[in-house]
Protein backbone atom coordinates (compact mmCIF):
# COMPACT_ATOMS: atom_id res chain seq x y z
CA UNK A 1 0.00 0.00 0.00
CA UNK A 2 1.30 3.46 -0.95
CA UNK A 3 2.37 5.79 1.53
CA UNK A 4 0.01 9.24 1.07
CA UNK A 5 1.66 12.16 2.58
CA UNK A 6 -0.47 13.97 5.05
CA UNK A 7 -1.43 17.66 3.89
CA UNK A 8 -2.72 20.15 6.27
CA UNK A 9 -2.77 23.89 5.39
CA UNK A 10 0.09 26.12 6.44
CA UNK A 11 -2.01 28.31 8.39
CA UNK A 12 -3.90 25.36 10.52
CA UNK A 13 -1.79 24.86 14.22
CA UNK A 14 -0.74 20.98 14.13
CA UNK A 15 -2.23 18.95 16.41
CA UNK A 16 -0.73 18.77 19.91
CA UNK A 17 -0.05 15.50 21.01
CA UNK A 18 -1.90 15.71 24.16
CA UNK A 19 -5.24 16.28 22.16
CA UNK A 20 -4.32 12.93 20.27
CA UNK A 21 -3.89 11.23 24.36
CA UNK A 22 -7.17 12.99 25.30
CA UNK A 23 -9.36 12.47 22.50
CA UNK A 24 -8.44 8.97 20.87
CA UNK A 25 -5.34 7.08 22.61
CA UNK A 26 -7.20 6.88 26.18
CA UNK A 27 -10.91 6.71 25.05
CA UNK A 28 -9.73 3.69 22.70
CA UNK A 29 -8.24 1.64 25.27
CA UNK A 30 -11.30 1.83 27.96
CA UNK A 31 -8.64 2.55 30.69
CA UNK A 32 -9.30 5.92 33.19
CA UNK A 33 -6.72 8.20 33.08
CA UNK A 34 -5.75 7.46 36.66
CA UNK A 35 -4.84 4.23 35.44
CA UNK A 36 -3.27 5.45 32.26
CA UNK A 37 -0.98 7.82 34.46
CA UNK A 38 -0.26 4.59 36.95
CA UNK A 39 0.71 2.93 34.08
CA UNK A 40 3.40 5.04 32.43
CA UNK A 41 4.89 5.31 35.73
CA UNK A 42 3.57 9.31 36.32
CA UNK A 43 1.31 11.46 38.23
CA UNK A 44 -2.36 11.93 37.47
CA UNK A 45 -1.40 16.09 37.17
CA UNK A 46 1.67 15.14 34.09
CA UNK A 47 -0.90 12.92 32.74
CA UNK A 48 -3.73 16.32 32.71
CA UNK A 49 -1.17 18.83 32.01
CA UNK A 50 -0.09 16.71 28.61
CA UNK A 51 -3.55 16.57 27.92
CA UNK A 52 -4.21 19.91 28.53
CA UNK A 53 -1.93 20.81 25.96
CA UNK A 54 -0.43 22.90 29.04
CA UNK A 55 3.44 20.89 29.02
CA UNK A 56 4.74 19.02 26.39
CA UNK A 57 5.38 15.84 25.52
CA UNK A 58 9.08 14.85 25.89
CA UNK A 59 11.22 12.24 24.36
CA UNK A 60 11.39 10.58 28.14
CA UNK A 61 7.38 10.49 27.86
CA UNK A 62 7.72 9.61 24.27
CA UNK A 63 8.94 6.84 24.51
CA UNK A 64 6.56 6.05 27.59
CA UNK A 65 3.29 6.71 25.13
CA UNK A 66 5.07 5.17 22.47
CA UNK A 67 5.32 1.91 24.57
CA UNK A 68 1.92 1.80 26.31
CA UNK A 69 0.21 2.64 23.13
CA UNK A 70 2.52 0.46 21.09
CA UNK A 71 3.20 2.97 18.25
CA UNK A 72 6.53 3.89 19.30
CA UNK A 73 8.11 6.88 20.71
CA UNK A 74 8.78 8.65 17.02
CA UNK A 75 5.31 9.32 16.49
CA UNK A 76 4.71 11.49 19.27
CA UNK A 77 8.40 13.20 18.92
CA UNK A 78 7.19 13.93 15.19
CA UNK A 79 3.63 15.55 16.41
CA UNK A 80 5.57 17.48 19.50
CA UNK A 81 8.32 18.55 17.23
CA UNK A 82 5.28 19.65 14.43
CA UNK A 83 3.64 21.56 16.92
CA UNK A 84 6.66 23.30 18.56
CA UNK A 85 7.64 24.69 15.16
CA UNK A 86 4.76 26.14 13.93
CA UNK A 87 4.65 27.62 17.35
CA UNK A 88 8.06 29.22 17.01
CA UNK A 89 7.73 30.20 13.17
CA UNK A 90 4.66 32.49 14.61
CA UNK A 91 6.49 33.80 17.45
CA UNK A 92 9.90 34.91 16.46
CA UNK A 93 10.54 38.11 14.71
CA UNK A 94 12.90 36.90 11.36
CA UNK A 95 13.33 39.59 9.31
CA UNK A 96 16.90 40.57 10.66
CA UNK A 97 18.24 37.54 9.84
CA UNK A 98 19.28 36.80 6.20
CA UNK A 99 18.84 33.45 4.05
CA UNK A 100 22.92 32.45 3.05
CA UNK A 101 23.17 31.19 -0.46
CA UNK A 102 24.24 28.04 -0.06
CA UNK A 103 27.84 27.21 -2.59
CA UNK A 104 29.26 24.02 -3.42
CA UNK A 105 33.07 23.80 -2.55
CA UNK A 106 35.15 21.96 0.76
CA UNK A 107 33.61 22.94 3.84
CA UNK A 108 36.17 24.23 6.41
CA UNK A 109 35.99 22.96 10.24
CA UNK A 110 35.42 26.10 12.76
Known sequence: MPLIPAWRAA????????????????????????EIARLLGISRQQLYDIM???????????????????NGPAVWIRMQAAYD????????????????ELKPGPVSSL
Do not use: C
Request: glycine share 6%; no cysteine.
Open 85 to 100: TWQAEREIDLSSIPTL
Open 52 to 70: DEKKPVSPMMAVRLGKLFG
Open 11 to 34: DRRPTHPGEILREDSIPAVYRSKS
